[in-house]
């Protein structure tokens, strides 16, 4: 029987097997930021252990950090001590650190990819659960807890179970400004913010093949947000053709070798998953969130379920949901008032993601009810941005442009949506007081973002282009 990219990268990666136990499993590339990784330099240096191989590991600060005047000292005392700490054990442990102001800082799965960090066929861990993104690439990248980030430091190595393999195939085109983000929100929304659980995923199909490498990272980054351990793409032309040239690329006769190698990364015909679910691209609309949990999606042309549509077991959470985000059963959805607009995050805050939004809002201006902010995954998305004018185009829409981090995404800073509010977010959560106490959550595409920003109010995108 023929094996799946899953197995391939993780048999090449098994130190050790433990009988009825976790693998002892090697990690290729660790990535560390501010908020779960100051625990675990205080473990190894309480028990006097070095830092393993401090070259596997890079860090950059992204959740604390403000993203107004990041050249002056971090005024929030909390957010200073935990960005400090990250720059005073990267120096202390010899390990490359993007610091803030650094011209390669950024959100910490943003600056992965764009650094040629993530390679196919790697193990990639971070202290986060949205490490899944890199898994666009053809590696296996999941989040791990404080602890675990302290094994990686000490050994390189982490103790994981094997998860189970799924493959979810999107066959056929989608439709044209349907996007990735519609093609995952579409895919949460059928199986539920739990139906991935205990899996790792592959996702397969021309759906996903026909995807930049942006795209496929807005779709493996939201694998975890229908419980899976993390989500993949065998690597192909595309996925070369990014990596090409990048910081830490192989280059010369190394690249050949590389690629060579990644040619090898897929699923064989044979390969055997322990489930499988197929969808039709041509049934992916323009999608967004009602509820406080990402499996609550909906087509925006659609309406909030009704009750009875509800499976009973459901029906409390649900009411509950509604009273939280001041919907009701049976809503239509377009035509909702909303107040705030927020592109970023590491799901939607890549260049692409920029580039879709000011194509749309050039030469329209946004609504007067809306406040929208736009916050670039990284330093290098910012200055690209500048440079090809997508920042005039925004401010001159009214859009703030904000310095690169999590921002509003989860509000560590003060980036934060009022109590009440509606925000139209291309993040990747809609959870209670997500991004701010109160904050009320709709989750989109950069696309949608835009029309909303544009009208005020909930709207297809493809009614207003
Ligand atoms: C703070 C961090 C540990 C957290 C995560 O693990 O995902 C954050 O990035 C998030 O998106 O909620
Ligand atoms: S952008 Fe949001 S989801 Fe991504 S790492 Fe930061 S807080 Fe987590």
Redesign the pocket.
Known sequence: MGSTLFDKIWDAHVVKEIKDGPSVLYIDKHLIHE??SPQAFGGIEKRGVPVFRPERTVATPD?NIPTIDQHLTIKDQLSKFQVDKLTENCERHGITLYGINHPFQGIVHVVGPQMGITQPGMTIVC????TSTHGAFGSIAF?IGTSEVEMVLATQCIMQPKPKKMRITVNGDLHKSVTAKDLILYIISKISASGGTGYFVEYAGSAFTSLSMEGRMTVCNMSIEMGARGGLIAPDEKTFEYIKGREFAPKGADWDKAVAKWKQLYSDADAKFDKELTYDASDIEPMITYGTNPGMGAKIKSHIPKLDEMPASERLSFEKSMKYMGFNAGDELQGKPIDYVFVGSCTNGRIEDLRAVAEFVKGKKKADNITAWIVPGSKMVEKMAIEEGIVATLEAAGFKMRQPG?SA??AMNDDKIPSGKYAVSTSN?NFEGRQGPGSRTLLASPLTAAAVAVTGHLVDPREVM
């Open positions: 908020v779960t959740h202290g986060d659960s949205h989040g999590c995404c989860l959560r």
